[in-house]
């Protein structure tokens, strides 16, 4: 059964780099099938799409915040991993990582989630 | 970048009623619409894929419709298990965009 498994510090200082890593189970990161990504959300708020990533390393960023963020993909683990730098209080969320659908009728669906990890910025 | 509106922002309902969610695409995304059910401190579930297709599993009184710009999601028979926020999610083109959610409250 395919399981998604966030992981990484849960208090991050202002200014520095969040990084988090999703470790996959029951399916690898190197299927042409899906890309993998990150989604967070706010407490409270809202879910927003943060990137995803393909098999073959193409990448795709929300404009909003490409500036600061990488997504990459570890095939030899199967993980991937999300660093978004110059952090402030705006970027504490709860951060999802989920496979979506690279073709067919569920493409761009977000089919598979991780259960979340709470990330706060503060001093 | 496609934007997302969905309407209203919350509703009160009552147990059978029949209720309906409408997001709306900033642009034309022909039918590359999924809705999502998302309960307090969990991840969220999908529903519905391609505006009008049930994901395995979900129960049939969850319906979608809609193409091009304009999207609803149908409850039919509101159950105590649906009260929760629903979230639309466009996909077009590599970019990903969720609409701000509803929450369907009890009345």
């Known amino acids: 059964q395919l399981q998604l498994l966030e992981s990484g510090p849960r208090l991050v200082k202002p200014s520095e780099t969040l990084s988090l890593t999703c470790t996959v189970s029951g399916a690898s990161t190197g299927s042409s099938s899906y890309y993998w990504g990150w989604i967070r959300q706010p407490p409270g708020k809202g879910l927003e799409w943060i990137a995803n990533m393909y098999y073959n390393g193409r990448t795709y960023y929300n404009p909003s915040l490409e500036s600061r963020v990488t997504i990459y993909v570890d095939t030899s683990r199967n993980q991937f991993s999300l660093k978004v730098g110059s952090v402030t209080a705006a970027d504490t969320a709860v951060y999802y990582c989920?496979?979506?659908?690279?073709?067919?009728?569920?493409?761009?669906?977000?089919?598979?989630w991780g259960q979340g990890t709470m990330v706060t910025v503060s001093s | 970048d496609i934007q997302m509106t969905q309407s209203p922002s919350t509703l009160s309902a009552s147990v059978g009623d029949r209720v309906t969610i409408t997001c709306r695409a900033s642009q034309s995304i022909s039918r590359w619409l999924a809705w999502y059910q998302q309960k307090p401190g969990k991840a969220p579930n999908l529903l519905i894929y391609k505006a009008s297709n049930l994901e395995s599993g979900v129960p049939s009184r969850f319906s979608g419709s809609g193409s091009e710009t304009e999207f609803t999601l149908t409850i039919s028979g509101l159950q105590p298990d649906d009260f929760a926020t629903y979230y639309c999610q466009q996909y077009n083109g590599f970019s990903w965009t969720f609409g701000q959610g509803t929450e369907v409250a009890i009345k």
């Open positions: 989920a496979r979506s659908y690279a073709g067919g009728s569920r493409s761009g669906t977000f089919d598979v």
